[in-house]
């Protein structure tokens, strides 16, 4: 090998590689050297030397009408196919929730929403907003994990369904429909959620 690749110091290589090529040489032919490498091989390949730092994923299509976006959204972005708010990665989606983790409020407000782009909205009655989510009655049983486009007086979102449960009203089916917000854009933010302490 030395001399088919001209690595011997006699051929115009270097002393350091001619070593290195010695070393693996007699590591590749003892049995008992090459399955210590082997396992060193093994353990470096499992446990990386440093962490890796996880990188959000970019947002490279519309959540709603999957139109491809150029770049990274802006925050209070629309798409601009089908004018839904997008995520901005200075403003994280929020996660799927758990737990409500604020309390939402209680409003009966008309709300209009797109379930397939190209589509025609369908009209709902909203029961209960907050910064992070809606809940809304719907005529039909809409899917989890489906993202909407959602629109409203107070508000313009895409966000992803949930849960569904099955209600009665006025003696009528209907589907009560939970949201968690992917992006919210609030018609006027001033004065819309306020907190107090005693």
């Known amino acids: 090998m030395m ?7 006699d051929l115009g290589g270097s002393t350091a590689e001619a070593a290195l090529i010695n070393e693996a040489h007699e590591t590749l032919t003892d049995p008992n050297r ?3 490498y082997d396992d060193e091989l093994f353990l470096q390949a499992i ?14 299509s519309c959540p709603v009408c999957n139109c491809p976006l150029s770049q990274a959204p802006a925050p209070d972005a629309l798409c ?15 996660a799927m929730p758990k737990g409500r983790s604020i309390e939402r409020t209680k409003i009966s ?4 929403y797109l379930s397939s782009w190209p589509g025609k909205a369908q009209e709902g009655r909203m029961i209960d907003f907050s910064p992070k989510g809606v809940r809304f009655i719907a005529s039909e049983s809409l899917t989890v994990g489906s993202v909407l486009k959602i629109s409203c007086s107070l508000f313009e979102a895409s966000g992803r369904i949930t849960n569904v449960s ?4 006025n003696k009528q089916k209907c589907y009560s429909t939970g949201v968690c ?11 819309t959620f306020f907190s107090t302490k005693a």
């Open 80 to 94: 601009p196919t089908c004018r839904t708010p997008l995520p901005s990665t200075r403003q994280p989606a929020a």
């Open 166 to 169: 099955e209600e009665i009203s």
């Open 181 to 191: 917000f992917i992006a919210v854009r609030f018609e006027d933010p001033r004065g």
């Open 34 to 36: 090459r399955a210590a």
């Open 47 to 60: 446990q990386p030397p440093y962490p890796q730092a996880k990188k959000p994923a970019a947002l490279t």
């Open 109 to 112: 407000a008309p709300v209009s």
């Open 3 to 9: 001399r088919e690749l001209k690595k011997h110091p």
